[in-house]
Each structure stands twice: as structure tokens, then as C-alpha cells.
């Protein structure tokens, strides 16, 4: 008797071991399934935040959208620039919205949702910079705007569009006149310099990389060089984005 006592305890233990699990699977599925908004945005450049944080795999339905595989760390990427395309709200099982940013790289081969906290607006040093030693050795064309050929506005123009889509204004007088004036003890890497008679009259501009050089478009083309240098009559400097 005790002994068919105890396997209809444990059959009982079995079933009840089952629907524990069917109803733990239809939980999980419920939290995998949110409602959501979408739309596009004007790509804007951010960089990471903290080294946290994964992207994902998002596929939508029926305004449903559910969260795939993660994709990639943010931890493997210290020094990238991404551009932000699309932005979703998603209302998730607890009641609470969370903001998701569409983002890919520069060059496209790495991209995902990530949540927006993991980010803030801006643009990495390493990706301008990249963008800039890329175009190193071209030859100079006055109005020139790259990519085969550039004046000194044309090339910062070209290289701030490329590595983060920031249009600045033309001209190096009007570069000078439109962005943000840093003083030389507050420089950093990725500002601008700027040469001429006086401020008002503002002739040649080329990118700060650091110990005191630039890299600008000139009569011998785009070069690195100091910006100490006879030829030149040192203006101020400026910073059009924040850059990290």
C-alpha cells in the first residue's frame, strides 16, 4: 500500500514538475514580447558611455517586438563612433518604456538595438582621426571638397561629415566665426586651428591631433605639420563636436 502511496506521490510531483515548466516557458515568452514605436531618425554620432552593454537582435510584428540574439559587446568596441538611424519605445512586461537606439559603425560591418543608456552624443577621437590619415597625401584644389581633392575648409568639412554626418559651415573664416573658441591650454585632439592676419581675416584651418600638430589641406597637399611654423600666423582654435 505504502509503496503505491509513494508513486502516486511521485507521478503527482511529475505532473505538477511539468506545468511548472509550461507556465515558467509561457512567462519567459510574455517578457520576450513587448509592444513597440519605431521611427527613423537624422543619423547622429554617439560613443559608448560605460564598456557595458549588449546589442541585440530585434524582429517586430504586429506592433509585438521580440529580443533575439545579443550581437555584440560594448566592451570589444572602446574606441568606436556609432551612428544612430532608428529609435524604438518598447513597453516591456514590468509596465516600464525603455528607448532603443538603432547603431552601426562608420563602416557599416557591426551594427544592433542597444539600449540608449548605454550611449551619449558625440563622436571617438580614433574615428575622426581615421578619416583624416585616410585622406593624407591627396593633392590640394582651391574649393576643393574631397573626395580626390581638397582645399583646408574642404577637408575638415569632408572629414567631420564622413566620421560623424556633422555638416559645418564653409570656409575657414566661417569655421572660425560659427563654432565653439577654446583657449590653447584647453585644446584637445579633433579641434580646429585656425591661421591668418587677424581674426577677421581667417585664411587656413586644419585638424589638432596632438603634440602641437595638425593635419591639414595645403599647397602640398594634406599633410601633418606643426602648428608652430613660420609660415603660418597662429588665429585660435575651436571646436565644432564634441569629441571623445
Sequence with gaps: MMHHISKLKLSIIAILSVLFFMVSMTVK??????????????????????????????????????????????SNYPNTTWMVTKKMYVKKSDGVTYLYYYVTNVSGSVHGWIWHGYLKAGASYETLYGVAKAQLGKPYSYGGNGPSAFDCSGLTSYVFKKAMNKTLVR???????????????????????????????????????????????????????????????????ARPATIS
Design 171 to 237: 570656409t575657414a573664416q566661417s569655421q572660425y566665426n560659427t563654432y565653439q573658441h577654446v583657449s590653447s591650454s584647453n585644446i584637445k585632439k579633433g579641434d580646429l586651428v585656425f591661421f591668418g592676419s587677424s581674426k577677421s581675416s581667417v585664411t587656413h584651418t586644419g585638424i589638432y591631433i596632438g603634440s602641437g600638430k595638425m593635419l591639414d589641406a595645403q599647397n602640398n597637399g594634406v599633410i601633418t605639420e606643426k602648428i608652430a611654423a613660420p609660415w603660418w600666423n597662429l588665429v585660435g582654435y
Design 29 to 74: 515568452a510574455d517578457a520576450a514580447t513587448t509592444e513597440v514605436s519605431e521611427s527613423s531618425m537624422t543619423a547622429t554620432a554617439y560613443v559608448r558611455r560605460s564598456s557595458t552593454g549588449w546589442m541585440y537582435d530585434l524582429s517586430v510584428k504586429d506592433k509585438q517586438v521580440t529580443f533575439g540574439a545579443k550581437t555584440h559587446y560594448l
